[in-house]
């Protein structure tokens, strides 16, 4: 039997919203699993509902309020103009139950008043002597917007906001920093939040890579071509 919230497991946050996201690049978000129970809790399994998320994890055993985190990666290649809503299952042995966690967002997303300027990817080639990329954040709304980051990059990845708000119809500049050599393949993200007032806010996601860029990207069929 399969529950959407079943008991044992706390898990934070049940689904995570990119917001907009760059088409061709990958994007990821890590949530934290706990067990709630005075009992062990086997966490065996996290099974994503399609081959385009891939997940960082190691099956464990948790003990009582124990802790582990799973990290969930989404290609946004062939989603250009689309919005996305990812399933994927976390598995135990106790009683059978599974978890369901969701990545969301909207891929190139025309509509978004909060988004990065250029392709939203910070890129870092093979025999580049640079170790830093500047990206224009554009604020095309009417209201002035404050910026926190609600998704850390990977360690290895360094950044800096030159104003953590952004005037209505301005840009602010996002730094980032990347230590060479980049012939390695290394793929991470980072989730701001735009907010105008407690009841507005918008997220929007800049990608960071370095090594080769990813291959042409793939088709998605129409619901019609699915059918």
Same mark, same amino acid.
């Given at each position: 039997?399969?529950?959407?919230?079943? /008991?044992?497991?706390?898990?934070?946050?049940?689904?995570?919203?990119?917001?907009?996201?760059?088409?061709?690049?990958?994007?990821?978000?890590?949530?934290?699993?706990?067990?709630?129970?005075?009992?062990?809790?086997? *966490?065996?399994?996290?099974?994503?509902?399609?081959?385009?998320?891939?997940?960082?994890?190691?099956?464990?055993?948790?003990?009582?309020?124990?802790?582990?985190?799973?990290?969930?990666?989404?290609?946004?290649?062939?989603?250009?103009?689309?919005?996305?809503?990812?399933?994927?299952? /976390?598995?135990?042995?106790?009683?059978?139950?599974? !978890?369901?966690?969701?990545?969301?967002?909207?891929?190139?997303?025309?509509?978004?008043? /909060?988004?990065?300027?250029?392709?939203?990817?910070?890129?870092?080639?093979?025999?580049?002597?640079?170790?830093?990329?500047?990206?224009?954040?554009?604020?095309?709304?009417?209201?002035?917007?404050?910026?926190?980051?609600?998704?850390?990059?990977?360690?290895?990845?360094? !950044?800096?906001?030159?104003?953590?708000? /952004?005037?209505?119809?301005?840009?602010?500049?996002?730094?980032?920093? *990347?230590?060479?050599?980049?012939?390695?393949?290394? *793929?991470?993200?980072?989730?701001?939040?735009?907010?105008?007032?407690?009841?507005?806010?918008?997220?929007?996601?800049?990608?960071?890579?370095?090594?080769?860029?990813?291959?042409?990207?793939?088709?998605?069929?129409?619901?019609?071509?699915?059918?």
């Amino acid at each position: 039997m399969v529950l959407a919230t079943p /008991i044992g497991l706390q898990i934070e946050p049940e689904s995570f919203d990119f917001g907009w996201c760059p088409e061709n690049a990958q994007v990821s978000a890590q949530f934290k699993l706990k067990n709630v129970t005075s009992e062990i809790i086997p *966490v065996t399994e996290v099974r994503p509902s399609c081959g385009c998320t891939a997940a960082d994890f190691t099956p464990a055993d948790l003990s009582s309020s124990d802790v582990m985190e799973v990290g969930l990666t989404f290609n946004t290649r062939g989603y250009n103009g689309r919005p996305f809503n990812k399933q994927s299952e /976390i598995k135990t042995t106790t009683s059978n139950e599974v !978890y369901l966690v969701w990545l969301k967002g909207h891929v190139s997303n025309s509509t978004a008043a /909060i988004y990065p300027e250029g392709t939203g990817v910070a890129e870092f080639l093979p025999g580049a002597t640079e170790d830093q990329q500047s990206l224009t954040l554009r604020n095309k709304g009417t209201k002035d917007v404050t910026l926190k980051v609600v998704q850390e990059p990977a360690k290895w990845v360094k !950044y800096k906001l030159s104003e953590k708000s /952004i005037p209505a119809g301005q840009a602010v500049t996002l730094k980032v920093s *990347v230590k060479p050599p980049y012939e390695e393949t290394k *793929v991470t993200s980072m989730t701001f939040e735009a907010t105008e007032d407690p009841a507005n806010k918008n997220r929007f996601t800049v990608a960071v890579r370095t090594g080769l860029s990813q291959d042409t990207p793939r088709k998605i069929k129409s619901p019609e071509q699915q059918n």
